[in-house]
T-cell receptor, first 114, second 114 residues
Framework: AQSVTQLGSHVSVSEGALVLLRCNYSSSVPPYLFWYVQYPNQGLQLLLK??????LVKGINGFEAEFKKSETSFHLTKPSAHMSDAAEYFCAVSPKVGYQKVTFGIGTKLQVIP | KAGVTQTPRYLIKTRGQQVTLSCSPISGHRSVSWYQQTPGQGLQFLFE???????NKGNFPGRFSGRQFSNSRSEMNVSTLELGDSALYLC?????????????FGPGTRLTVL
């Protein structure tokens, strides 16, 4: 069984401030972990993924996430928020075994205040 | 490579009708998954097809069905529509082998049931 918890359905930051979106996962086997972004009226776009190489993963648009097994966390960060970062962000997990379904978190809407 | 395409982008139906949604995966991808996205429930997994066979299934009633063709294109059907079926339906494809860990999403079909 697997699950994802995203803390905070809405997060507001000022332009130029640090972005921190939290994700905790539960998985009975070693996981793959993902962050996706969704802009209004669009599908999901992959930001970054953890597949057991480096624990600090760098993605597109200046985002990065760190896999912490001891904390079962995969938080998403960006040093300086830009107005274009306003979107909904989804954390997801799938087992690292065969072809298994992906479980998504409920999503976090990021608002960037000018 | 062209991305995942979904048709139609928007649909309006009335209760009791049925609807068919179409998804064309990225060329070479043999796996197609379907998700229902609603504001209250987030992204919920419907089913996944691989080489014309249903490989995984979520917890949806039998009114929701799908199929995949030999060219990997997939269709999803919902019969006897209910108001609660109003949602964004997302399709995602993924490759096989070493690249199978990542799903690529289409723009979605927005279904409104009146």
């Amino acid at each position: 069984a697997q699950s994802v918890t995203q803390l905070g359905s809405h997060v507001s930051v000022s332009e130029g401030a640090l972005v921190l979106l939290r994700c905790n996962y539960s998985s009975s086997v070693p996981p793959y972990l993902f962050w996706y972004v969704q802009y209004p009226n669009q599908g999901l776009q992959l930001l970054l993924k953890y597949t057991s190489a480096a624990t600090l993963v760098k993605g597109i648009n200046g985002f990065e996430a760190e896999f912490k097994k001891s904390e079962t966390s995969f938080h998403l960060t960006k040093p300086s928020a830009h107005m274009s970062d306003a979107a909904e962000y989804f954390c997801a997990v799938s087992p690292k075994v065969g072809y298994q379904k992906v479980t998504f978190g409920i999503g976090t809407k990021l608002q960037v205040i000018p | 490579k062209a991305g995942v395409t979904q048709t139609p982008r928007y649909l309006i139906k009335t209760r009791g009708q049925q609807v068919t949604l179409s998804c064309s995966p990225i060329s070479g991808h043999r796996s197609v998954s379907w998700y229902q996205q609603t504001p209250g429930q987030g992204l919920q997994f419907l089913f996944e097809y691989f080489s014309e066979t249903q490989r995984n299934k979520g917890n949806f009633p039998g009114r929701f069905s799908g199929r995949q063709f030999s060219n990997s294109r997939s269709e999803m059907n919902v019969s006897t529509l209910e108001l609660g079926d109003s949602a964004l339906y997302l399709c995602a494809s993924r490759a096989t082998g070493a690249l199978a860990d990542t799903q690529y999403f289409g723009p979605g079909t927005r279904l409104t049931v009146l």
